[in-house]
Every structure is written in structure tokens, then in C-alpha cells.
């Protein structure tokens, strides 16, 4: 795959190209699938979960102007036929995967299969915001652990080498600051980046590209 992980969506122009530059063709003609199910673990998911798919969140996705969009809505996929869903998932251009909790998140990308399919989509640009991209990552490291799945731990996807600490130094955030990450990122037993609302990670072919308008520190393991 194609990732683009963000911390707050796509709230630039660098993110903007950087998401152009991997689809290979302007968003006005691609086509997209959002997940919103990391929102539903979080106080008021439902109505958070409306404002990402209608382009109302602060974390911008949906409302990037897609030739065409769907919901991917993952706690029902166990429940249906996946010819209903795995052929539309492969022909999509990207997968826009919202935040939330990244615990959440990693349960049922594993009970709806979607963990399986992921690493063969090789065209497909997935855009993580916040939980959205920790979930790609070995560990999310237990300060943001809240929904806990009955197995415990901090692990997930490990899809990417590396963990993400999202949010850095948000005004609304103060746990969220250099050191909080410093600390978060000492924890962890593998490489890490700590990304504001206006960074995001550029990965194609196992390169790493830093896309920011904003603040960002890398921590070695």
C-alpha cells in the first residue's frame, strides 16, 4: 500500500500534493471508501462519526472534492458476504481511515478481515488520520491505550517499522506536548515520529517522507 498517515487529516497544501502525488491522478477523479468505526469507542462517536462522513470534522477527508465515496463501515463487514464488500475495496483508489480509538480500530480491522487484505492492495492510497494511522504501527504504547481488548497490550498492525504520536503540542491537548512524546517514544522498543496536526507520513516502496507545515520530531529506537 500507499500511505499517507496524518495526525489531523489533510489540512494542508504540502498534504494535499503529497496525497495527489500518491493517488498519481487528481482527487477529482478517484474514488474513496471512509471508515469511521475508530470514532464509535469515543464519547459522542455517532454524531463524530456524521461529521467525518458528511466533511464536517476538523480532520478534513471526505470533503476533498472524490469523484466518487462510500462508507466502509467495519463492525458490519463480519456479518455480510465478502463479495459484498472485498471487490469494492480493491477497485477503490483510497481508504480514508478516521480517528478514534486505535484499540478499537485494531480489533475489528482483524474481526472484519480487513487486516488480511490490506497488504494486497498494493495501488491503494490509505490516509490515516490520528488512530487511523497508529493503527499501521507495532505499538501505540499504553498512554493511549482506553478500549482494551480482552487479549491487553499496546500492539497493533505493525504494518509500518515505526509508531506515531499524534497531535504534538495541540492547544487543546497538554498531555500532548515534546516531552509527554519524548517520554511516550522512551517506552517503546522501535523507532517513532511525534507529528502535529499539520505533519504527515509519506510511505511508498519502504521510504519514509516527512510532508509538514508544521513542527515534527523523529526518535530513533
Request: hydrophobic share 45%; aromatic share 6%; glycine share 10%.
Amino acid at each position: 500500500m500507499k500511505l499517507l498517515l496524518t495526525s489531523a487529516g489533510v489540512k494542508n497544501a504540502s498534504i494535499q500534493a503529497a496525497l495527489a502525488d500518491l493517488l498519481g491522478k487528481p482527487v477529482a477523479e478517484s474514488s474513496a471508501l471512509c471508515v469511521p468505526t475508530a470514532v464509535h469507542a469515543m464519547p459522542g462517536g455517532a454524531a463524530a462519526a456524521w461529521r467525518v462522513i458528511s466533511g464536517q470534522a476538523r480532520t478534513p477527508l471526505c470533503e476533498l472534492g472524490w469523484k466518487t465515496l462510500g462508507v466502509l463501515e467495519l463492525t458490519a463487514l463480519p456479518s455480510i458476504d465478502a463479495d459484498h464488500w472485498i471487490p469494492l475495496v480493491r477497485e477503490t483508489d483510497a481508504l480514508l481511515v478516521a480517528g478514534g480509538d486505535p484499540m478499537y480500530l485494531h480489533h475489528w480491522m482483524r474481526e472484519s478481515g480487513l487486516a488480511r487484505l490490506l497488504p494486497s492492495l498494493h495501488e491503494t492510497v490509505y490516509v490515516g488520520v490520528s488512530a487511523g494511522s497508529m493503527v499501521l504501527t507495532p505499538r501505540v504504547g499504553e498512554e493511549f491505550v482506553e478500549w482494551r481488548p480482552a487479549t491487553g497490550g499496546d500492539r497493533t498492525l505493525g504494518l509500518v517499522d515505526f509508531s506515531v504520536f499524534p497531535h504534538l503540542d495541540h492547544p487543546e491537548l497538554p498531555e500532548n506536548s515534546l516531552a509527554d512524546a519524548r517520554a511516550w517514544a522512551a517506552g517503546l522498543s522501535g523507532p517513532a515520529y511525534a507529528i502535529d496536526d499539520q505533519t504527515a507520513l509519506k510511505v511508498e516502496g519502504g521510504a519514509v517522507e516527512v510532508v509538514s507545515e508544521g513542527s515534527w520530531k523523529h526518535f530513533a529506537a
